[in-house]
Protein backbone atom coordinates (compact mmCIF):
# COMPACT_ATOMS: atom_id res chain seq x y z
CA UNK A 1 0.00 0.00 0.00
CA UNK A 2 1.28 3.33 0.35
CA UNK A 3 4.21 4.60 2.28
CA UNK A 4 3.51 7.27 4.93
CA UNK A 5 6.39 9.13 6.19
CA UNK A 6 6.52 9.72 10.42
CA UNK A 7 9.49 11.69 11.71
CA UNK A 8 11.70 11.13 8.82
CA UNK A 9 11.35 6.91 8.58
CA UNK A 10 9.47 5.88 5.53
CA UNK A 11 6.67 2.72 6.67
CA UNK A 12 4.43 0.69 4.44
CA UNK A 13 1.90 -1.08 5.48
CA UNK A 14 3.72 -4.52 5.62
CA UNK A 15 6.02 -3.12 7.94
CA UNK A 16 3.49 -3.80 10.97
CA UNK A 17 5.04 -7.30 10.82
CA UNK A 18 8.47 -6.57 9.28
CA UNK A 19 9.73 -4.45 12.58
CA UNK A 20 7.83 -6.96 14.87
CA UNK A 21 5.43 -4.12 15.78
CA UNK A 22 2.49 -6.72 15.51
CA UNK A 23 3.73 -9.06 17.76
CA UNK A 24 5.20 -5.80 20.18
CA UNK A 25 1.33 -4.68 20.22
CA UNK A 26 -0.39 -8.13 21.09
CA UNK A 27 2.38 -8.64 23.79
CA UNK A 28 1.87 -6.40 25.52
CA UNK A 29 -2.00 -6.19 25.27
CA UNK A 30 -1.44 -9.98 26.58
CA UNK A 31 0.37 -8.82 29.39
CA UNK A 32 -1.96 -5.96 30.67
CA UNK A 33 0.32 -3.32 28.81
CA UNK A 34 -2.37 -0.72 28.47
CA UNK A 35 -1.10 2.89 29.11
CA UNK A 36 2.58 1.59 29.65
CA UNK A 37 2.67 1.01 25.66
CA UNK A 38 5.21 3.54 24.28
CA UNK A 39 4.45 6.51 22.71
CA UNK A 40 5.63 5.98 19.34
CA UNK A 41 4.20 7.19 16.07
CA UNK A 42 1.60 3.97 15.84
CA UNK A 43 0.15 4.75 19.48
CA UNK A 44 0.25 8.07 19.18
CA UNK A 45 -1.99 8.05 15.75
CA UNK A 46 -4.26 5.52 18.10
CA UNK A 47 -2.76 2.49 15.08
CA UNK A 48 -3.66 -0.66 14.99
CA UNK A 49 -1.79 -2.77 13.31
CA UNK A 50 -2.95 -4.33 10.06
CA UNK A 51 -4.64 -7.99 9.93
CA UNK A 52 -3.96 -8.44 14.09
CA UNK A 53 -7.34 -10.14 13.61
CA UNK A 54 -5.35 -13.15 12.47
CA UNK A 55 -3.78 -13.74 16.19
CA UNK A 56 -7.17 -14.13 17.77
CA UNK A 57 -7.77 -17.41 19.33
CA UNK A 58 -11.48 -17.98 19.24
CA UNK A 59 -11.25 -22.04 19.68
CA UNK A 60 -11.97 -21.62 23.64
CA UNK A 61 -15.40 -20.12 22.42
CA UNK A 62 -17.74 -22.80 20.17
CA UNK A 63 -18.49 -26.18 21.22
CA UNK A 64 -19.30 -26.75 18.16
CA UNK A 65 -17.39 -26.96 14.35
CA UNK A 66 -18.22 -28.11 10.99
CA UNK A 67 -16.87 -31.58 9.60
CA UNK A 68 -16.63 -32.31 6.04
CA UNK A 69 -17.97 -35.29 4.39
CA UNK A 70 -16.23 -34.66 1.38
CA UNK A 71 -17.90 -37.69 -0.85
CA UNK A 72 -20.83 -34.95 -1.25
CA UNK A 73 -18.77 -31.92 -1.73
CA UNK A 74 -19.77 -30.12 -5.37
CA UNK A 75 -17.10 -27.00 -4.70
CA UNK A 76 -19.80 -24.73 -5.24
CA UNK A 77 -17.99 -22.60 -2.63
CA UNK A 78 -20.81 -21.47 -0.44
CA UNK A 79 -19.55 -22.07 2.45
CA UNK A 80 -16.33 -20.21 2.25
CA UNK A 81 -17.89 -17.12 0.71
CA UNK A 82 -20.83 -16.68 3.52
CA UNK A 83 -18.42 -17.23 6.53
CA UNK A 84 -18.53 -14.39 8.34
CA UNK A 85 -15.27 -14.90 10.20
CA UNK A 86 -12.64 -16.10 7.45
CA UNK A 87 -13.13 -19.88 8.86
CA UNK A 88 -13.92 -22.09 6.63
CA UNK A 89 -11.50 -21.80 3.51
CA UNK A 90 -11.20 -23.60 -0.08
CA UNK A 91 -8.41 -24.43 -1.81
CA UNK A 92 -7.97 -26.89 -5.43
CA UNK A 93 -4.64 -28.71 -5.60
CA UNK A 94 -3.53 -30.95 -8.34
CA UNK A 95 -3.10 -34.37 -7.17
CA UNK A 96 0.94 -35.08 -7.25
CA UNK A 97 1.00 -31.11 -5.49
CA UNK A 98 -1.12 -32.84 -2.54
CA UNK A 99 0.53 -36.38 -2.54
CA UNK A 100 4.27 -34.42 -2.28
CA UNK A 101 3.23 -31.93 0.95
CA UNK A 102 1.39 -35.25 2.49
CA UNK A 103 4.25 -37.26 2.34
CA UNK A 104 5.98 -34.51 4.83
CA UNK A 105 3.44 -35.78 7.73
CA UNK A 106 4.59 -38.36 10.00
CA UNK A 107 1.53 -39.58 11.36
CA UNK A 108 -0.68 -42.10 9.14
CA UNK A 109 -3.84 -41.06 10.64
CA UNK A 110 -3.02 -37.37 10.23
CA UNK A 111 -2.20 -38.23 6.66
CA UNK A 112 -5.24 -40.11 5.76
CA UNK A 113 -7.20 -37.62 7.65
CA UNK A 114 -6.28 -34.89 5.40
CA UNK A 115 -6.36 -36.68 2.38
CA UNK A 116 -10.26 -36.88 3.54
CA UNK A 117 -10.71 -33.37 3.48
CA UNK A 118 -10.47 -33.80 -0.61
CA UNK A 119 -12.81 -34.20 -3.05
CA UNK A 120 -13.01 -35.64 -6.73
CA UNK A 121 -16.08 -32.74 -7.91
CA UNK A 122 -16.49 -32.33 -11.49
CA UNK A 123 -16.17 -28.54 -11.04
CA UNK A 124 -12.47 -29.02 -10.28
CA UNK A 125 -11.94 -32.40 -11.96
CA UNK A 126 -13.89 -34.21 -14.08
CA UNK A 127 -14.77 -31.40 -16.06
CA UNK A 128 -10.91 -30.14 -16.42
CA UNK A 129 -9.55 -34.05 -17.10
CA UNK A 130 -12.93 -34.22 -20.05
CA UNK A 131 -11.45 -31.10 -21.55
CA UNK A 132 -7.94 -32.46 -21.31
CA UNK A 133 -8.21 -35.66 -22.70
CA UNK A 134 -9.07 -33.45 -26.53
CA UNK A 135 -6.25 -31.36 -25.81
CA UNK A 136 -2.99 -32.57 -23.72
CA UNK A 137 -2.07 -28.98 -23.64
CA UNK A 138 -4.59 -27.58 -20.93
CA UNK A 139 -4.33 -28.09 -17.40
CA UNK A 140 -4.97 -31.01 -15.34
CA UNK A 141 -7.61 -30.89 -13.03
CA UNK A 142 -7.18 -30.78 -9.52
CA UNK A 143 -8.49 -32.17 -5.82
CA UNK A 144 -10.95 -29.56 -4.25
CA UNK A 145 -10.67 -29.36 -0.47
CA UNK A 146 -12.30 -27.29 2.62
CA UNK A 147 -10.28 -26.56 5.73
CA UNK A 148 -11.90 -25.11 9.01
CA UNK A 149 -9.72 -22.95 11.26
CA UNK A 150 -10.85 -23.52 14.75
CA UNK A 151 -9.64 -20.48 15.93
CA UNK A 152 -11.72 -18.07 13.84
CA UNK A 153 -14.46 -20.18 14.00
CA UNK A 154 -17.78 -19.25 16.61
CA UNK A 155 -19.56 -22.08 15.62
CA UNK A 156 -22.36 -20.60 14.11
CA UNK A 157 -23.45 -22.97 11.49
CA UNK A 158 -23.54 -20.82 8.49
CA UNK A 159 -22.04 -23.30 6.38
CA UNK A 160 -23.55 -25.87 6.98
CA UNK A 161 -27.04 -23.84 6.40
CA UNK A 162 -25.95 -22.65 3.01
CA UNK A 163 -24.36 -26.06 2.16
CA UNK A 164 -28.26 -27.53 2.22
CA UNK A 165 -29.65 -30.06 0.37
CA UNK A 166 -25.44 -31.21 -0.79
CA UNK A 167 -25.28 -32.03 2.83
CA UNK A 168 -21.78 -31.65 2.98
CA UNK A 169 -21.06 -30.06 6.04
CA UNK A 170 -22.85 -30.77 9.27
CA UNK A 171 -22.29 -29.55 13.43
CA UNK A 172 -20.19 -32.20 15.28
CA UNK A 173 -19.33 -31.53 19.13
CA UNK A 174 -15.63 -30.40 19.22
CA UNK A 175 -13.31 -32.64 21.80
CA UNK A 176 -9.82 -32.77 22.93
CA UNK A 177 -9.33 -35.62 20.87
CA UNK A 178 -10.70 -33.71 17.61
CA UNK A 179 -9.69 -30.48 17.91
CA UNK A 180 -5.61 -31.17 16.71
CA UNK A 181 -6.73 -32.90 14.00
CA UNK A 182 -8.79 -29.65 13.00
CA UNK A 183 -5.58 -27.42 13.57
CA UNK A 184 -3.32 -29.93 11.59
CA UNK A 185 -5.28 -29.96 9.29
CA UNK A 186 -5.03 -26.15 8.85
CA UNK A 187 -1.89 -26.13 9.22
CA UNK A 188 -1.73 -28.25 5.80
CA UNK A 189 -4.13 -25.93 4.17
CA UNK A 190 -2.02 -22.66 4.89
CA UNK A 191 1.41 -25.23 3.61
CA UNK A 192 -0.13 -25.56 0.09
CA UNK A 193 0.33 -23.66 -2.74
CA UNK A 194 -2.21 -21.18 -3.57
CA UNK A 195 -5.18 -22.16 -6.14
CA UNK A 196 -3.09 -22.23 -9.69
CA UNK A 197 -5.57 -19.24 -11.84
CA UNK A 198 -6.77 -22.03 -14.59
CA UNK A 199 -8.62 -23.74 -11.50
CA UNK A 200 -10.43 -20.93 -10.61
CA UNK A 201 -14.11 -20.66 -12.85
CA UNK A 202 -14.15 -17.37 -13.91
CA UNK A 203 -17.46 -17.25 -14.37
CA UNK A 204 -18.33 -18.22 -10.60
CA UNK A 205 -17.65 -15.20 -8.99
CA UNK A 206 -17.66 -17.38 -5.46
CA UNK A 207 -14.30 -18.14 -6.53
CA UNK A 208 -12.44 -14.95 -5.81
CA UNK A 209 -11.92 -16.77 -2.45
CA UNK A 210 -10.14 -19.34 -4.05
CA UNK A 211 -7.04 -16.67 -4.36
CA UNK A 212 -4.91 -16.26 -0.93
CA UNK A 213 -4.46 -12.86 -1.66
CA UNK A 214 -7.92 -11.80 -1.75
CA UNK A 215 -8.58 -13.28 1.35
CA UNK A 216 -7.84 -8.95 2.79
CA UNK A 217 -10.10 -10.25 6.02
CA UNK A 218 -8.72 -11.85 7.99
CA UNK A 219 -11.17 -13.23 10.39
CA UNK A 220 -10.59 -12.36 14.26
CA UNK A 221 -13.00 -9.40 14.39
CA UNK A 222 -15.32 -9.33 17.50
CA UNK A 223 -18.41 -9.90 15.30
CA UNK A 224 -21.79 -11.74 16.58
CA UNK A 225 -22.00 -15.04 15.74
CA UNK A 226 -23.00 -15.41 11.76
CA UNK A 227 -23.28 -11.63 11.51
CA UNK A 228 -24.40 -10.62 8.14
CA UNK A 229 -22.58 -7.73 7.98
CA UNK A 230 -19.39 -9.50 8.28
CA UNK A 231 -19.88 -11.87 4.99
CA UNK A 232 -20.66 -8.71 3.26
CA UNK A 233 -17.75 -6.94 4.34
CA UNK A 234 -15.66 -10.04 3.43
CA UNK A 235 -17.30 -10.30 -0.22
CA UNK A 236 -16.53 -6.86 -1.20
CA UNK A 237 -12.90 -7.01 0.40
CA UNK A 238 -12.26 -9.97 -1.81
CA UNK A 239 -13.88 -8.52 -5.01
CA UNK A 240 -11.90 -5.54 -4.48
CA UNK A 241 -8.30 -6.90 -3.43
CA UNK A 242 -8.78 -9.47 -6.68
CA UNK A 243 -8.47 -6.24 -9.23
CA UNK A 244 -6.31 -3.60 -6.93
CA UNK A 245 -4.17 -5.78 -4.45
CA UNK A 246 -3.77 -3.67 -1.14
CA UNK A 247 -4.11 -0.67 -3.51
CA UNK A 248 -7.47 1.11 -1.57
CA UNK A 249 -8.75 1.90 1.37
CA UNK A 250 -11.07 1.96 3.82
CA UNK A 251 -13.53 4.60 5.52
CA UNK A 252 -15.65 3.18 8.10
CA UNK A 253 -18.68 5.24 10.07
CA UNK A 254 -19.06 4.27 13.44
CA UNK A 255 -21.07 1.44 13.82
CA UNK A 256 -20.93 -2.03 14.52
CA UNK A 257 -18.52 -2.55 11.98
CA UNK A 258 -16.26 -0.04 13.51
CA UNK A 259 -16.57 -1.72 17.39
CA UNK A 260 -16.15 -5.74 15.97
CA UNK A 261 -13.30 -4.33 13.71
CA UNK A 262 -11.24 -2.57 15.87
CA UNK A 263 -11.49 -3.94 19.32
CA UNK A 264 -8.11 -2.94 20.25
CA UNK A 265 -5.45 -4.74 19.38
CA UNK A 266 -7.37 -6.60 16.92
CA UNK A 267 -8.52 -5.46 13.48
CA UNK A 268 -9.12 -7.75 10.40
CA UNK A 269 -8.45 -5.87 7.73
CA UNK A 270 -4.93 -6.08 5.70
CA UNK A 271 -5.69 -2.78 3.79
CA UNK A 272 -5.98 0.96 5.73
CA UNK A 273 -8.75 1.77 7.37
CA UNK A 274 -9.57 4.88 9.19
CA UNK A 275 -12.87 5.16 11.31
CA UNK A 276 -14.40 8.56 11.36
CA UNK A 277 -17.46 9.51 13.52
CA UNK A 278 -21.17 8.33 12.83
CA UNK A 279 -22.47 11.05 10.44
CA UNK A 280 -19.34 12.59 8.83
CA UNK A 281 -17.40 9.42 7.14
CA UNK A 282 -18.66 10.55 3.26
CA UNK A 283 -16.73 13.91 4.00
CA UNK A 284 -13.99 12.33 5.66
CA UNK A 285 -13.85 10.22 2.33
CA UNK A 286 -13.83 13.22 0.23
CA UNK A 287 -10.19 14.48 1.60
CA UNK A 288 -8.95 11.71 1.32
CA UNK A 289 -10.03 11.16 -2.22
CA UNK A 290 -8.60 14.73 -2.53
CA UNK A 291 -5.43 13.61 -1.20
CA UNK A 292 -5.16 10.34 -3.51
CA UNK A 293 -5.82 12.11 -6.62
CA UNK A 294 -3.23 14.88 -5.77
CA UNK A 295 -0.41 12.24 -5.02
CA UNK A 296 -1.66 10.54 -8.65
CA UNK A 297 -3.42 7.51 -7.10
CA UNK A 298 -6.73 8.19 -8.71
CA UNK A 299 -7.21 4.94 -9.86
CA UNK A 300 -7.37 3.55 -5.66
CA UNK A 301 -10.47 2.40 -4.75
CA UNK A 302 -11.91 4.19 -1.68
CA UNK A 303 -14.97 2.43 -0.11
CA UNK A 304 -17.22 4.44 2.67
CA UNK A 305 -18.67 1.75 4.87
CA UNK A 306 -21.95 2.41 7.49
CA UNK A 307 -24.71 1.39 8.45
CA UNK A 308 -28.44 2.40 7.85
CA UNK A 309 -28.19 4.81 10.89
CA UNK A 310 -25.29 6.51 9.56
CA UNK A 311 -26.14 6.59 6.01
CA UNK A 312 -29.82 7.29 5.91
CA UNK A 313 -30.19 8.87 8.97
CA UNK A 314 -27.64 11.16 10.81
CA UNK A 315 -24.83 11.22 8.40
CA UNK A 316 -27.62 11.14 4.83
CA UNK A 317 -26.50 14.94 3.95
CA UNK A 318 -22.58 14.16 4.37
CA UNK A 319 -23.57 11.08 1.80
CA UNK A 320 -25.67 13.56 -0.59
CA UNK A 321 -23.01 16.08 -0.75
CA UNK A 322 -20.44 13.40 -1.55
CA UNK A 323 -22.64 11.84 -4.22
CA UNK A 324 -23.77 15.19 -5.83
CA UNK A 325 -19.29 15.72 -6.11
CA UNK A 326 -19.17 13.20 -8.79
CA UNK A 327 -16.01 11.93 -6.65
CA UNK A 328 -14.84 8.53 -7.21
CA UNK A 329 -15.93 7.17 -3.92
CA UNK A 330 -17.88 3.55 -3.33
CA UNK A 331 -20.19 4.10 -0.48
CA UNK A 332 -21.19 -0.06 1.08
CA UNK A 333 -24.04 0.60 3.33
CA UNK A 334 -24.63 -2.32 5.40
CA UNK A 335 -28.73 -2.32 5.49
CA UNK A 336 -29.85 -4.09 9.14
CA UNK A 337 -32.71 -1.45 9.38
CA UNK A 338 -31.71 -0.70 13.04
CA UNK A 339 -28.95 0.76 15.07
CA UNK A 340 -28.01 -2.39 15.94
CA UNK A 341 -24.86 -1.06 17.61
CA UNK A 342 -27.02 1.07 20.08
CA UNK A 343 -29.23 -2.09 20.73
CA UNK A 344 -31.41 -2.21 18.29
CA UNK A 345 -33.36 1.55 17.86
CA UNK A 346 -34.97 2.17 15.05
CA UNK A 347 -33.99 3.88 11.95
CA UNK A 348 -35.63 5.32 8.87
CA UNK A 349 -34.36 2.23 7.20
CA UNK A 350 -36.26 0.25 9.53
CA UNK A 351 -39.71 -1.34 8.14
CA UNK A 352 -43.85 -0.78 9.43
CA UNK A 353 -44.39 -3.16 12.39
CA UNK A 354 -41.24 -3.24 13.24
CA UNK A 355 -40.61 -3.93 17.22
CA UNK A 356 -37.56 -1.77 18.34
CA UNK A 357 -35.81 0.52 20.52
CA UNK A 358 -38.45 3.98 20.58
CA UNK A 359 -40.77 1.88 18.23
CA UNK A 360 -41.93 -0.56 21.04
CA UNK A 361 -44.91 -2.62 20.28
CA UNK A 362 -47.03 -2.31 23.00
CA UNK A 363 -50.95 -1.53 23.92
CA UNK A 364 -51.62 1.44 21.44
CA UNK A 365 -48.91 1.09 18.86
CA UNK A 366 -47.57 -2.02 17.72
CA UNK A 367 -44.36 -0.67 16.46
CA UNK A 368 -42.90 1.55 13.88
CA UNK A 369 -45.35 3.41 12.06
CA UNK A 370 -43.80 5.59 9.88
CA UNK A 371 -42.64 3.29 6.14
CA UNK A 372 -39.07 2.86 5.08
CA UNK A 373 -36.97 5.35 3.68
CA UNK A 374 -35.82 3.85 0.36
CA UNK A 375 -32.15 4.98 -0.08
CA UNK A 376 -31.28 3.39 -3.47
CA UNK A 377 -34.18 4.82 -5.12
CA UNK A 378 -33.15 8.66 -3.51
CA UNK A 379 -29.52 8.01 -4.79
CA UNK A 380 -30.75 7.74 -7.99
CA UNK A 381 -31.75 10.48 -8.51
CA UNK A 382 -28.17 12.22 -8.11
CA UNK A 383 -26.11 13.45 -10.67
CA UNK A 384 -24.48 10.07 -12.31
CA UNK A 385 -24.11 7.86 -9.34
CA UNK A 386 -24.44 4.34 -10.20
CA UNK A 387 -26.84 2.37 -7.20
CA UNK A 388 -27.42 -1.67 -6.46
CA UNK A 389 -29.43 -2.86 -3.81
CA UNK A 390 -28.06 -6.32 -3.48
CA UNK A 391 -27.45 -9.66 -0.82
CA UNK A 392 -24.22 -11.23 0.11
CA UNK A 393 -26.07 -15.00 -1.08
CA UNK A 394 -26.79 -13.93 -4.34
CA UNK A 395 -22.99 -14.28 -5.29
CA UNK A 396 -23.35 -13.17 -9.44
CA UNK A 397 -25.31 -10.55 -8.89
CA UNK A 398 -23.46 -8.92 -5.25
CA UNK A 399 -19.98 -9.59 -7.22
CA UNK A 400 -21.55 -8.09 -10.33
CA UNK A 401 -22.72 -4.57 -8.39
CA UNK A 402 -19.17 -5.01 -6.77
CA UNK A 403 -17.11 -5.10 -9.74
CA UNK A 404 -18.98 -2.83 -11.69
CA UNK A 405 -18.72 -0.29 -8.91
CA UNK A 406 -15.35 -0.18 -8.57
CA UNK A 407 -14.67 0.68 -12.30
CA UNK A 408 -17.40 3.16 -12.10
CA UNK A 409 -15.39 6.70 -12.91
CA UNK A 410 -17.97 8.35 -9.93
CA UNK A 411 -20.09 7.86 -6.94
CA UNK A 412 -21.07 4.19 -6.43
CA UNK A 413 -23.54 3.25 -3.78
CA UNK A 414 -24.26 -0.12 -2.77
CA UNK A 415 -27.09 -1.16 -0.41
CA UNK A 416 -26.80 -4.75 0.96
CA UNK A 417 -29.32 -6.24 3.24
CA UNK A 418 -27.89 -7.65 6.52
CA UNK A 419 -29.42 -9.38 9.03
CA UNK A 420 -28.71 -8.48 12.46
CA UNK A 421 -29.82 -11.53 14.21
CA UNK A 422 -29.66 -10.62 17.97
CA UNK A 423 -31.99 -7.72 16.77
CA UNK A 424 -33.97 -9.68 14.23
CA UNK A 425 -34.67 -12.26 16.35
CA UNK A 426 -32.88 -14.89 13.88
CA UNK A 427 -31.03 -17.76 14.67
CA UNK A 428 -27.22 -17.91 14.22
CA UNK A 429 -27.49 -19.83 10.95
CA UNK A 430 -29.86 -18.31 8.91
CA UNK A 431 -28.38 -14.70 7.83
CA UNK A 432 -28.26 -15.92 4.23
CA UNK A 433 -31.77 -17.54 4.41
CA UNK A 434 -33.41 -14.38 5.31
CA UNK A 435 -31.65 -12.13 3.11
CA UNK A 436 -32.41 -14.59 0.12
CA UNK A 437 -36.39 -14.37 1.52
CA UNK A 438 -36.09 -11.08 2.14
CA UNK A 439 -35.38 -10.21 -1.60
CA UNK A 440 -38.13 -13.17 -2.58
CA UNK A 441 -40.83 -11.60 -0.24
CA UNK A 442 -40.52 -8.15 -1.71
CA UNK A 443 -38.75 -6.81 1.60
CA UNK A 444 -35.71 -6.29 -0.28
CA UNK A 445 -35.83 -6.48 -3.88
CA UNK A 446 -32.67 -6.08 -5.29
CA UNK A 447 -31.98 -3.57 -8.43
CA UNK A 448 -28.87 -2.22 -10.64
CA UNK A 449 -29.18 1.49 -11.65
CA UNK A 450 -26.13 1.83 -13.72
CA UNK A 451 -26.15 5.49 -15.13
CA UNK A 452 -24.04 4.39 -18.17
CA UNK A 453 -26.63 2.39 -19.63
CA UNK A 454 -29.00 5.41 -21.44
CA UNK A 455 -30.83 8.39 -21.13
CA UNK A 456 -33.94 7.22 -19.28
CA UNK A 457 -34.59 5.33 -15.71
CA UNK A 458 -36.09 2.27 -17.15
CA UNK A 459 -32.74 2.14 -19.24
CA UNK A 460 -30.63 2.42 -16.52
CA UNK A 461 -32.46 0.28 -13.91
CA UNK A 462 -32.83 -3.23 -14.40
CA UNK A 463 -34.77 -5.65 -11.85
CA UNK A 464 -32.87 -9.02 -12.97
CA UNK A 465 -32.46 -11.19 -9.62
CA UNK A 466 -35.68 -10.71 -8.59
CA UNK A 467 -37.87 -13.99 -8.51
CA UNK A 468 -41.02 -13.39 -10.56
CA UNK A 469 -40.23 -10.29 -11.50
CA UNK A 470 -43.59 -9.61 -13.87
CA UNK A 471 -45.86 -10.41 -10.79
CA UNK A 472 -46.89 -8.55 -7.46
CA UNK A 473 -45.50 -11.73 -5.63
CA UNK A 474 -43.28 -14.13 -6.80
CA UNK A 475 -45.06 -17.73 -6.69
CA UNK A 476 -43.41 -20.66 -5.26
CA UNK A 477 -43.45 -24.29 -6.71
CA UNK A 478 -43.57 -27.20 -3.92
CA UNK A 479 -42.56 -30.38 -3.98
CA UNK A 480 -46.02 -31.47 -3.74
CA UNK A 481 -47.01 -29.66 -6.82
CA UNK A 482 -49.40 -27.01 -4.90
CA UNK A 483 -48.08 -23.06 -5.90
CA UNK A 484 -48.61 -19.74 -3.63
CA UNK A 485 -47.37 -16.65 -3.37
CA UNK A 486 -44.64 -15.74 -1.42
CA UNK A 487 -45.60 -12.51 0.55
CA UNK A 488 -43.90 -10.09 2.79
CA UNK A 489 -46.20 -11.33 5.37
CA UNK A 490 -44.47 -14.61 5.29
CA UNK A 491 -40.64 -13.24 5.41
CA UNK A 492 -42.03 -11.00 8.71
CA UNK A 493 -43.45 -14.50 10.27
CA UNK A 494 -39.80 -15.84 10.65
CA UNK A 495 -38.05 -12.74 12.27
CA UNK A 496 -38.39 -11.84 15.99
CA UNK A 497 -38.61 -8.50 15.38
CA UNK A 498 -42.36 -8.67 13.81
CA UNK A 499 -43.24 -11.58 16.32
CA UNK A 500 -46.18 -9.75 18.28
CA UNK A 501 -47.77 -9.24 14.85
CA UNK A 502 -48.78 -12.99 15.05
CA UNK A 503 -50.23 -15.42 16.85
CA UNK A 504 -49.26 -19.06 18.43
CA UNK A 505 -50.25 -20.71 14.92
CA UNK A 506 -48.44 -17.70 12.71
CA UNK A 507 -51.70 -16.00 11.94
CA UNK A 508 -51.47 -11.87 11.76
CA UNK A 509 -53.28 -10.44 14.95
CA UNK A 510 -52.85 -6.45 13.57
CA UNK A 511 -54.13 -4.35 10.83
CA UNK A 512 -50.14 -2.32 10.87
CA UNK A 513 -48.95 -5.90 9.46
CA UNK A 514 -50.77 -5.68 6.47
CA UNK A 515 -50.22 -2.27 5.98
CA UNK A 516 -46.70 -3.21 6.03
CA UNK A 517 -47.28 -5.67 3.18
CA UNK A 518 -49.25 -2.82 1.40
CA UNK A 519 -46.22 -0.54 1.40
CA UNK A 520 -43.57 -3.24 0.43
CA UNK A 521 -46.09 -3.95 -2.39
CA UNK A 522 -46.50 -0.31 -3.22
CA UNK A 523 -42.75 0.24 -3.18
CA UNK A 524 -42.43 -3.22 -5.72
CA UNK A 525 -44.68 -1.30 -8.03
CA UNK A 526 -42.93 2.03 -7.99
CA UNK A 527 -39.50 -0.02 -8.87
CA UNK A 528 -41.76 -1.88 -11.94
CA UNK A 529 -42.46 0.95 -13.32
CA UNK A 530 -39.35 2.65 -13.34
CA UNK A 531 -37.62 -0.03 -15.11
CA UNK A 532 -40.49 -0.35 -17.37
CA UNK A 533 -41.79 -4.36 -16.39
CA UNK A 534 -45.12 -4.75 -17.00
CA UNK A 535 -46.99 -6.20 -13.75
CA UNK A 536 -49.00 -9.04 -15.40
CA UNK A 537 -51.16 -9.84 -12.04
CA UNK A 538 -52.14 -5.80 -12.11
CA UNK A 539 -52.63 -5.80 -16.22
CA UNK A 540 -55.09 -8.95 -15.73
CA UNK A 541 -57.26 -6.73 -13.11
CA UNK A 542 -57.27 -4.31 -15.66
CA UNK A 543 -58.51 -6.48 -18.17
CA UNK A 544 -61.21 -8.34 -16.29
CA UNK A 545 -62.34 -5.24 -14.98
CA UNK A 546 -62.91 -3.67 -18.75
CA UNK A 547 -64.72 -6.55 -19.44
CA UNK A 548 -67.01 -6.73 -17.07
CA UNK A 549 -67.59 -2.68 -17.88
Same mark, same amino acid.
Given at each position: ?50 ? $? ?27 ? !? ?43 ? !??? =? ?20 ? $? ?37 ? /? ?19 ? @??? /? ?38 ? $? ?23 ? =? ?125 ? @? ?58 ? /? ?6 ? /? ?53 ? =?????? @? ?14
Amino acid at each position: MSERTFEEKTFSVDDWFDFGRADQVLDAYNKGGGSALEADPYVARSLIPAG $TGKARDFSYIAPELPELNAEACVGCMDCV !TNCPDTAILGKAVPRDVLEERLQHIDDEDHRAYVREQFADTSKYL !TSF =EKKRAKNPELPEGALFGIFIDP $TKCKGCAECVQVCGDHGALRMIKKTPDNLPGFLGAFEVY /NSLPNTRPEHRIVKDKRDLML @NDD /NLSYVGGAGSCMGCGEASVLRQVMAATSEVYGNNWGIVAA $TGCNTVYGSTYPYNPFLVPWTNPLF =ENAPADAMGIRSCWDAMGHEDWPLWVIGGDGAMLDIGFQSLSRLLTSGMNIKVLVLDTQVYSNTGGQTSTATYIGQDAKMSYHGKKIPGKVEGRKELGMICMMHPRTYVAQTVGPMAKHFYNAIERA @NEFRGPAVINVFTTCQPEHGVADDMAGAQALLAVESRAFPVFVYDPDKGDTIKQCLSLAG /NPGATRDW /NIRRNKDGTQRPVTFIDWARTEGRFRKHFDGEGQTTTELILTAQEERLRNWRRLQ =ELAGVE @NVDQKAIAENAENKA
